[in-house]
């Protein structure tokens, strides 16, 4: 079945109709990268900056806070229940918007993905006056589910939490990338463009969103995702039901399958939020040719990706590359020992 091609005009019209409230700065730049271009010698690749939402060190996150958050408070909610690793992007712009809206934020983050130093992240989950509490949950469902019984117990409590599960939060957050597509689809026409590929890291609401955009929008152009993370599920076959979650959200017919879903799992390395050689790689020539930063865990993963792909020639039409730059540059600082070791073969500009 033919579904209809929807403009960023309509895009923008169907996601007015859910709560919202403004956090980030939008839209992000889309700029281009010729120095990192031809250090790679890639075609022209552009780079899409929500590393630049501008909440508290911005990132993807921020994007998907504003729905989420205007959720929270539509439903009366005077405190957050969030959770992740102790590096976590999401909970440090989570507590960020919760200060700027007045709400609480408890955040209950696991050890397990990386130390405990209170450094990146964490330090700035501090600052904002989140409650942290550090656990030894593994991610994934038995954090989620942690997540649900501290906030059935606040609510016996006489609290009011809103708490988000990997079912009930992902279709709100995923709108939020339907629109960044849209916003995409307008700076590269204005600019002249039309990519071969839109490269992202993500394992989630985010790829979900952008999956959705390119069938809704009409987009030729690849939206190669490369996850960050291997989940205990089919990751395509959960991004395609996000996808289309969002759809019905939105009053949409298009649907999408796990098949239309083009994701990468050969750059998470031996496990999530380890360095890679070949992210370490991808963090010194973005910085060293353009003056922008990468963080260890996922966007510099997902540059990898772009990079194996210019130089195994996968992506060989000559049309230009755009990378969206998730952000997530705050846990550079606690990766630090890491990032000092070089253990790989610095083929440098
Ligand atoms: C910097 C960064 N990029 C990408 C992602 C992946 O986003 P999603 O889980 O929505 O796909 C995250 C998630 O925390 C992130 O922090």
Redesign the pocket.
């Known amino acids: 079945m033919g579904y209809p091609v929807l403009t960023p005009d309509d895009v923008r019209h169907a996601a007015a109709r859910l709560p919202r409230v403004p956090l980030a700065h939008l839209p992000t730049p889309l700029e281009p990268a010729p120095r990192f271009s031809k250090a790679i010698g890639a075609p022209p690749v552009w780079i899409k900056r929500d590393d630049c939402t501008g909440m508290a060190m911005g990132?993807?996150?921020t994007r998907h806070n504003e729905f989420l958050l205007a959720h929270a408070l539509e439903q009366g909610a005077d405190l957050l229940v969030w959770g992740a690793g102790t590096q976590?992007?999401?909970c440090r712009q989570t507590a960020a918007a919760c200060a700027k809206l007045g709400l609480e934020c408890y955040l209950y983050l696991t050890r397990a993905a990386h130390n405990d130093d209170i450094q990146g992240n964490l330090l700035l989950d501090h600052l904002l006056g989140a409650r942290v509490h550090i656990v030894d949950v593994p991610m994934g469902p038995p954090l989620d589910e942690l997540l649900l019984a501290k906030a059935e117990e606040l609510r016996r409590a006489g609290r009011r939490p809103y708490v988000w599960d990997r079912h009930s939060g992902r279709p709100r957050?995923a709108v939020s990338y339907v629109l960044c597509l849209a916003e995409i689809v307008e700076q590269a026409r204005s600019a002249g463009i039309e990519p071969a590929a839109v490269y992202c890291?993500?394992?989630?609401?985010?790829?979900a969103g952008l999956v959705l955009g390119k069938a809704v929008l009409g987009v030729t152009w690849r939206i190669r995702l490369i996850a960050?993370i291997r989940w205990p599920w089919d990751t395509p076959a959960d991004l395609a039901h996000v996808a289309n979650q969002t759809a019905e959200l939105l009053g949409w017919p298009h649907r999408v399958s796990a098949s239309d879903v083009d994701i990468s799992q050969d750059f998470i390395g031996p496990a999530y939020g380890t360095v890679t050689s070949a992210g370490r790689e991808a963090i010194d020539l973005l910085a060293r040719t353009e003056g922008i930063l990468l963080?260890p865990s996922?966007?510099a993963k997902a540059m990898a990706g772009l990079i194996d792909d210019v130089r195994h020639g996968r992506i060989a039409d000559g049309r230009p590359l755009v990378f969206l730059h998730?952000?997530?540059t705050p846990a550079l600082f606690a990766y630090r020992d890491e990032l000092l070791a070089r253990e790989y073969d610095r083929g440098l500009p």
């Open positions: 990132g993807n996150k976590s992007n999401n957050a890291s993500a394992a989630g609401a985010t790829g960050p963080d996922y966007t998730t952000g997530g």
